[in-house]
């Protein structure tokens, strides 16, 4: 059944029609419990709690396959006026793209002259920039790109999916350039060509990624709600006497929130992603398939006044 629910979800989200009435509808689903907001402005008391509270974040404006170069350089001025926003503001923030939101589909050429103003104007302010990973038949294109910025930038992170069966060794091609990762589990639906199918297998694949780059001496972002996979990367850390400046947990804003509390109270570092913006449905709706649980946030605003 929770495969089922994943496959339906997943269909949904690249439904376009309702994603033009999710538009019209705004929050009306529950939405706004896991996202800031539909403008940064929004979003700027929700990181000031966070961080006042312990927390830090990244923020995700939302939006996915353009296929216009004006709408791509809209993205990269609300990625520069979030920048501006989380230095004005002194806010501890990063914050996290989709190449494919900045003309990945339509050329590297103009992604990387997009990625270079984000880039050069985040070093500005000391902020990270992480490139989201999205799916499998953009994941080599969006890895050779963050290689060719890494050679410049220090403040660049990127993200490695465990359920795709080449991440292994995409870990080890990215070894050279001491990367900022975040390591998850993968959102997208996927065919069984290129990503396990079955989830045990997308689980020991996470853990030993997670091994794999802490020992290699790397940077490490945890994004996961799997308090198993949590209570590997303690246990592991501990082993091996890694600093807890080494790693951090990422979780998503709304979920879990429990969980994000007791591993700040505890002493590790945890990152909240907090996206943003009008294209909400899509990332809505990978949610849900990620975890059926997330589906009462869906009824219950749906059926409250």
Same mark, same amino acid.
């Given at each position: 059944?929770?495969? @089922?629910?994943?496959?339906?979800?997943?269909?949904?989200?690249?439904? $376009?029609?309702?994603?033009?009435?999710?538009?019209?509808?705004?929050?009306?689903?529950?939405?706004?419990?896991?996202?800031?907001?539909?403008?940064?402005?929004?979003? !700027?008391?929700? !990181?000031?709690?966070?961080?006042?509270?312990?927390?830090?974040?990244?923020?995700?404006?939302?939006?996915?396959?353009?296929?216009?170069?004006?709408?791509?350089?809209?993205?990269?001025?609300?990625?520069?006026?979030? !920048?501006?926003?989380?230095?004005?503001?002194?806010?501890?923030?990063?914050? %996290?793209?989709?190449?494919?939101?900045? =003309?990945?589909? !339509?050329?590297?050429?103009?992604?990387?002259? /997009?990625?270079? #103003?984000?880039?050069?104007?985040?070093?500005?302010?000391?902020?990270?920039?992480? +490139?989201?990973?999205?799916?499998?038949?953009?994941?080599?294109? @969006? #890895?050779? @790109?963050?290689?060719? #910025?890494?050679?410049?930038?220090?403040?660049?992170?990127?993200? +490695?999916?465990?359920?795709?069966?080449? %991440?292994?060794?995409?870990?080890?091609?990215?070894?050279?350039?001491?990367?900022?990762?975040?390591?998850?589990?993968?959102?997208?639906?996927?065919?069984? $060509?290129?990503?396990?199918?079955?989830?045990?297998?997308?689980?020991?694949?996470?853990?030993?990624?997670?091994?794999?780059?802490? *020992?290699?001496?790397?940077?490490?972002?945890?994004?996961? /709600?799997?308090?198993?996979?949590?209570?590997?990367? @303690?246990?592991?850390?501990?082993?091996?006497?890694?600093?807890?400046?080494?790693?951090?947990?990422?979780? *998503?804003? =709304?979920?879990?929130?429990?969980?994000?509390?007791?591993?700040?109270?505890?002493?590790?570092?945890?990152? +909240?992603? #907090?996206?943003?913006? &009008?294209?909400?449905?899509?990332?809505?709706?990978?949610?849900?398939? &990620?975890?059926?649980?997330?589906?009462?946030?869906?009824? $219950?605003?749906?059926?409250?006044?």
């Amino acid at each position: 059944m929770e495969a @089922i629910s994943k496959r339906f979800f997943l269909y949904l989200s690249n439904n $376009k029609s309702l994603d033009r009435m999710a538009k019209r509808w705004g929050s009306k689903f529950g939405a706004d419990r896991i996202i800031g907001g539909e403008a940064f402005s929004h979003a !700027i008391p929700l !990181i000031t709690q966070l961080n006042q509270e312990g927390f830090q974040v990244t923020v995700d404006h939302l939006g996915e396959y353009v296929n216009s170069v004006d709408v791509a350089r809209e993205h990269v001025q609300e990625c520069l006026q979030s !920048i501006s926003a989380i230095a004005g503001h002194q806010l501890d923030s990063e914050i %996290s793209v989709k190449l494919t939101s900045l =003309g990945l589909d !339509i050329s590297q050429d103009l992604v990387l002259e /997009h990625m270079e #103003l984000i880039l050069s104007k985040a070093k500005e302010s000391g902020i990270t920039v992480t +490139i989201d990973m999205e799916d499998s038949s953009r994941c080599h294109a @969006i #890895l050779e @790109i963050y290689k060719i #910025l890494r050679q410049k930038y220090e403040n660049i992170g990127t993200v +490695i999916q465990s359920y795709l069966y080449r %991440s292994d060794k995409d870990l080890d091609d990215l070894d050279q350039f001491a990367p900022y990762l975040r390591l998850v589990k993968g959102a997208y639906k996927e065919s069984g $060509k290129v990503a396990f199918p079955e989830k045990h297998l997308v689980d020991e694949n996470l853990k030993h990624l997670i091994k794999k780059h802490l *020992l290699n001496g790397h940077y490490t972002a945890v994004a996961s /709600h799997d308090e198993a996979m949590i209570d590997y990367t @303690i246990d592991l850390v501990k082993e091996h006497n890694i600093p807890n400046d080494r790693f951090e947990f990422q979780m *998503l804003y =709304g979920m879990r929130n429990q969980l994000q509390s007791d591993l700040l109270k505890k002493g590790y570092k945890v990152r +909240i992603y #907090l996206p943003y913006g &009008e294209d909400w449905y899509g990332y809505f709706m990978r949610r849900l398939a &990620e975890r059926p649980a997330n589906v009462s946030f869906a009824l $219950k605003g749906l059926f409250s006044k």
